[in-house]
Antibody, heavy 121, light 109 residues
Framework: QLQLQESGPGLVQPSETLSLTCTVS??????????WAWIRQPPGKGLEWMGS???????DYNPSLKSRLTIVADTSKNQFSLRLTYATATDTAIYYC?????????????WGLGTLVTVSS | QSLLTQPPSVSGTPGQRVTISCSGF????????ANWYQHLPGTTPKLLIY???QRPSGVPDRFSGSKSGTSASLAISGLQSEDEAEYFC??????????FGGGTKLIVL
């Protein structure tokens, strides 16, 4: 059974870089039938798609984050990661990683538990 | 602001049928298929419905989905106390970008 687990610092200083890793088990980030996404939920707000990485390493980002966000995959460790530069308090959120499967229609069938990141001095 | 709109909360009594709406398809994101999730605090979101009305194995048939025009709906029949949770809709648009509803808290009275 596929499992995803987010890891990284729970506290980030304003203006610094927020970095998180998602470790995948029970499946491969190299799978051609899946792609991998980061999604976040600020306190009291709805979910926001941040970006995705596809088979072969191509990426797609939410336009609102594109200038600050980088998503990469490490196939040797079966992980994918995000880096969000110049963090501010508005980046405080629960961050989730997820697998998305597409085949005529798309859906996300596996999510991590999520990790809370607070941006504060 | 979420691109898909859900009511903040709905409520029902045990045994009742409730529906949760999700609007914004076509006008905001084209017409991709709708997916629904149940989310309890401290757990991973659980996929209840995919491709508008398909249930993954293991999801009770009390949960059903539909989509028509600009809206999708999740119906829960035979409401149980353990159904009290947050429910959200999601879709992946033509550019494979994810869009989500703001979430609906289901209260079982």
């Amino acid at each position: 059974q596929l499992q995803l687990q987010e890891s990284g610092p729970g506290l980030v200083q304003p203006s610094e870089t927020l970095s998180l890793t998602c470790t995948v088990s029970g499946g491969s980030v190299r799978s051609a039938s899946s792609y991998w996404a980061w999604i976040r939920q600020p306190p009291g707000k709805g979910l926001e798609w941040m970006g995705s990485i596809y088979h072969g390493g191509s990426t797609d980002y939410n336009p609102s984050l594109k200038s600050r966000l980088t998503i990469v995959a490490d196939t040797s460790k079966n992980q994918f990661s995000l880096r969000l530069t110049y963090a501010t308090a508005t980046d405080t959120a629960i961050y989730y990683c997820a697998r998305v499967s597409c085949g005529g229609y798309c859906f996300s069938d596996s999510w991590g538990l999520g990790t809370l990141v607070t941006v504060s001095s | 602001q979420s691109l898909l709109t859900q009511p903040p909360s709905v409520s029902g009594t045990p045994g009742q049928r409730v529906t949760i709406s999700c609007s914004g398809f076509s006008s905001n994101i084209g017409s991709p298929s709708a997916n629904w999730y149940q989310h309890l605090p401290g757990t991973t979101p659980k996929l209840l419905i995919y491709n508008n009305n398909q249930r993954p194995s293991g999801v009770p048939d009390r949960f059903s989905g539909s989509k028509s025009g600009t809206s999708a709906s999740l119906a829960i029949s035979g409401l149980q106390s353990e159904d009290e949770a947050e429910y959200f809709c999601a879709a992946w648009d033509d550019s494979l970008q994810g869009v989500f509803g703001g979430g609906t808290k289901l209260i079982v009275l």
